[in-house]
């Protein structure tokens, strides 16, 4: 029963927090079959992979040093930090290189790193939970575990991953080869880096003083890529509402339909309206498009006819205009 509350507990929660990072991400939702294999990614190939590495390197410093206490501090200070954010940063990798027309700003490299390392976590707090809770102290270590785990320190790997796929997504909306190159190393390096101080922080002030300080150094960071989201969702709104006038203009949308594709509540408002309908999907879609239309047209001005831009704005245009006639 214990094996179970810790995949439970394990799971649940992070499924509940990569249903809120879809949430976030309003206006151009990104393919659910693509966020579930990056959720299975992190919790499958990424933790499977860094417990046998990290394992492996920590037995050989150890080997080395003879020291049980520095095999521990290297591998949780230096190794995990390394390979956990290059394991979970190439499903965002994968993402952005072999679906690239899915990948058009920089909330979708959050999203994506974001449910990768969600998926990570599930994975982790599920080991963490049974074996140094439930094994160790049974029933009150479990519920003790789990409230480490989820309330103090469950945004962790989405928050270190978020850099790398910020990274990319700067890299994807940039001409210049330089900084193709330098966001996202720029990134990934901020990943490692930000996981080595959380991990660092007990060995450096051990006891009660050292869960105080990383809580507090996780949710300040927690916290300030939360107001950066915020202000990434507002951009993403004015983006739409600059790039869709033109199609107003040109009677592919009507101006109604123009003033809900950048307004959360009224986009909301004409879904619940339609809830139940099979005006639902369509409606949904229609405003699905409007977002990438709107992303295509920002590319183009921006990168050019980069990836056929130039054919996928008038692809759009064409299913905008038929689905704007069905859903007047």
Request: charged share 15%.
């Amino acid at each position: 029963m214990g094996f179970i509350l810790s995949v439970i507990f394990g799971f649940a929660p992070m499924l509940v927090f990569a249903l809120l990072v879809y949430w976030l991400d309003r206006f151009e939702k990104e393919p659910r079959h693509l966020l579930g294999g990056a959720f299975v990614w992190g919790a499958v190939v990424a933790a499977g992979f860094a417990f046998f590495i990290n394992t492996l390197l920590g037995t050989g410093i150890f080997i080395l040093t003879g020291s049980e206490l520095i095999a521990q501090q290297t591998t949780g200070s230096v190794i995990a930090p390394l390979i956990e954010e290059i394991l979970k940063g190439m499903a965002v990798l994968i993402v952005f290189y072999f679906y690239r027309k899915e990948f058009d700003s920089v909330l979708d490299g959050i999203v994506y790193a974001g449910i990768t390392a969600l998926g990570f976590a599930a994975t982790e707090n599920t080991y963490y939970i049974y074996n140094y809770g439930f094994l160790e102290s049974g029933y009150p270590g479990l519920f003790t575990l789990v409230f480490i785990r989820v309330i103090l320190v469950g945004w962790q790997h989405p928050f270190y991953t978020a850099f790398f796929g910020i990274g990319l997504a700067l890299a994807r909306l940039s001409s210049d080869w330089l900084k193709r190159l330098f966001f996202p190393i720029t990134g990934l390096i901020a990943s490692i880096l930000l996981h080595s101080i959380h991990n660092t922080i007990p060995a450096l002030i051990p006891g009660v003083a050292g869960i105080v300080v990383g809580t507090v150094f996780d949710w300040t960071g927690w916290i300030g890529l939360s107001i950066f989201i915020l202000y990434v969702i507002y951009h993403e709104k004015k983006l739409i509402q600059s790039e869709l006038m033109e199609e107003v203009q040109l009677g592919i949308i009507t101006l109604e339909q123009y003033l809900k594709s950048f307004s959360i509540i009224a986009r909301l408002k004409a879904l619940v309206k339609h809830l139940g309908k099979p005006s639902f999907r369509t409606i949904s879609h229609f405003y699905q498009l409007c977002a990438e239309l709107a992303h295509k047209k920002h590319q183009f001005q921006r990168m050019g006819d980069e990836g056929g831009n130039l054919k996928i704005i008038a692809q759009l245009r064409s299913e905008l205009a038929e689905l704007s006639q069905m859903i007047r």
